[in-house]
């Protein structure tokens, strides 16, 4: 099974990334991401004996950060830069709790023995894959013509583990589990305030 830790867009993103590629679908020959499919990976965790699905459970339970998470999404880029293309995406804005999010993950994650990130955590959502060769002047064109190019703010209360099984039609995502982004403090660990007559 392969795995992977995921956040989620809101309805919000979800719908305004539906609508821009409804309308740029028709230019280009790209592989589109379905929009039930979009989401921005904090941790490809790869494939992963079903048996130990429990010891990746447990370990992401464990991650917390201590501020909500709001990131906005604005722009729309191409990777790598330059001729050749792999991937269109919309960028996500590198707010300190989001990476604290993912390089919590990461570390949990990396007690398992699985390998932790080498390159510098750069949040996105994929809109789509782009075939080698294509032509995207039209494509390029169309984009600068766009009025807007802001999609919202992420707003996720938690994140989730996936798992991805490849088709020909793309891959298709099962929730495996849930869990919250923020910690909670207790009551019983929380100042009191007291007022002084």
């Known amino acids: 099974m392969r795995l992977l830790v995921a956040l989620d867009p809101n309805e919000e993103i979800r719908t305004a990334l539906t609508e821009l590629v409804q309308g740029l679908a028709p230019i280009a ?10 989401h921005i990976t904090l ?18 339970s464990q991650v917390r950060v201590g501020l909500k998470i709001r990131a906005a999404l604005a722009g729309l880029e191409f ?10 995406w919309v960028p996500v804005e590198r707010t300190l709790p989001l990476r604290q999010l993912a390089s919590s993950v990461d570390q949990r994650l990396a007690s398992l023995g699985i390998a932790p990130e080498v390159s510098p955590f750069v949040p996105h959502i994929t809109l789509g894959r782009v075939k080698p060769g294509v032509e995207l002047t039209e494509l390029h064109e169309q984009i600068e013509e766009l009025p807007s190019r802001e999609f919202g703010v992420l707003k996720p209360d938690g994140f989730r583990l996936y798992g991805s099984q490849r088709t020909p039609s793309g891959p298709v995502y099962t929730l495996i589990d849930e869990f919250p982004c923020v910690m909670r403090v207790p009551v019983s660990s929380r100042p009191v305030v007291t007022q002084s007559l």
């Not at 020959?29 to 979009?38: D, E, Y």
């Not at 990777?79 to 269109?88: A, C, D, E, I, L």
């Open 29 to 38: 020959p790209v592989r589109w991401v379905h929009p039930q499919n979009m």
């Open 43 to 60: 941790k490809y965790i790869g494939e992963w004996d079903d048996r130990r699905l429990d010891d990746v459970i447990d370990a992401l």
């Open 79 to 88: 990777y790598p830069r330059g001729r050749n293309p792999k991937v269109f």
